[in-house]
């Protein structure tokens, strides 16, 4: 299996394991990246908190959406759409500012399947492939 296919795996059992009252997009301990850097998977990769913050994902000397996108193997764009909810219009995932859990794993679900497309077509995921639905 593809290291980063495996990392989306394990964020999908992340995010389908945790309370819908246990994530919250906008705060770094609580949203995707920050549930993942509570698990001892993650934390067994490298991916956790930040050593000097201690609440911010980091991975690989990088913090926040930068960590997302190096652990993911993904572009800092579409890590951006992933991982920050904001007007869908500047390019979000999410048609909501406050998105639930649900539509992180649904975006995850799309990330996954763009992620195994990318391996057998040379095909890169792009930021236009995260459309905020209603």
């Known amino acids: 299996m593809d290291t980063y296919v495996e990392r989306i795996d394990n ?5 389908r394991s945790i309370k819908d009252e246990d994530y919250c997009i906008s705060s770094w301990p609580h949203c995707t990246l920050g549930n993942c850097a509570k698990d001892a998977w993650f934390n067994s990769e490298g ?4 050593p000097n913050t ?9 913090t926040g959406c930068e960590a997302g996108s190096k652990f993911f193997g993904i572009t800092y764009e579409v890590s951006n759409r992933l991982f920050v909810a904001g ?3 500047l390019g979000s995932a999410y048609a909501s500012r406050n998105p639930a859990r649900k539509e992180a794993i649904a975006q995850f679900e799309v990330l996954r399947m763009k992620k195994l497309a990318e391996i057998e077509t040379g095909t890169l995921v792009e930021a236009e492939d995260f459309v905020a639905a209603e």
């Open 47 to 50: 991916f956790g908190f930040s």
């Open 87 to 89: 007007d869908p219009v």
């Open 54 to 62: 201690g609440s911010i994902p980091y991975f690989d000397d990088s």
């Open 11 to 15: 964020a999908l059992r992340v995010l």
